[in-house]
């Protein structure tokens, strides 16, 4: 099974805009975060919302978590052209101490100026 | 703010041969993680590091994998025999061990490692 789908694969929209992206997993979690990814880059903490929350905010950003439909959503608001990049959900669902993270497939988000 | 540095940006190797991938967790982390992805594919877990041992790994990470912490600051994953299939991207991420269970990981920047 794959856990931490995002929907859509690519999304492209005007500056000042918002952007709507989702992510669906299939096992329990711990929490679910966020992460953006420029091209070629690494990977950059967004935001991060634990199981028993759901929704947060971090300035522009919006998280919300649904845990009886399995899904997150990650939206962006009056989005600008620097937001252009990958963003990835991923799940800390190990029951360890490890707390690896699944990633989603991810989204690529491009804004238009 | 303290970041995780990942040395060389780029590696080349040719298949066969052994390469040695290095990072410098945040100083104050004690979890430390490999993850690799390859071109156009999600991010994968490799192994997870914590105590001076393998805390889990992946079925990814055979017997040509292993991870070492040799001295304080540096942890390193090296790929005894590459193969052409181990050309990714390979991304090196630590987390601290707070009273917290929910917090997140840091990554570096990543090494690409391109097998010939």
């Known amino acids: 099974s794959q856990q931490g789908e995002e929907d859509p694969q690519a999304l492209s929209i005007q500056e000042g805009e918002n952007a709507t992206m989702n992510c669906s997993y299939k096992?329990?979690?711990?929490?679910l975060q966020w992460y953006r990814q420029n091209s070629g880059r690494g990977l950059v903490h967004l935001i991060l919302i634990r199981s028993n929350e759901r929704e947060k905010h971090s300035g522009r950003l919006r998280v919300t978590l649904d845990t009886s439909k399995k899904s997150s959503s990650l939206l962006i608001t009056a989005s600008r052209a620097a937001d252009t990049a990958s963003y990835f959900c991923a799940t800390d669902g190990a029951s360890g101490s490890a707390r690896q993270l699944t990633f989603g497939s991810g989204t690529q988000l491009t804004v238009l100026p | 703010e303290p970041e995780v540095t990942q040395t060389p940006s780029h590696q080349v190797t040719q298949m066969g041969q052994e390469v040695i991938l290095r990072c410098v967790p945040i100083s104050n982390h004690l979890y430390f993680y490999w993850y690799r992805q390859i071109l156009g594919q999600k991010v994968e877990f490799l192994v997870s590091f914590y105590n001076n041992e393998i805390s889990e790994k992946s079925e990814i990470f055979d017997d040509q994998f292993s991870v070492e912490r040799p001295d304080g600051s540096n942890f390193t994953l090296k790929i005894r025999s590459t193969k052409l299939e181990d050309s990714a991207m390979y991304f090196c991420a630590s987390r601290p061990r707070t009273g917290s269970r929910d917090q997140p990981q840091h990554f570096g920047d990543g090494t690409r490692l391109s097998i010939l």
């Open positions: 096992t329990s979690i711990n929490n």
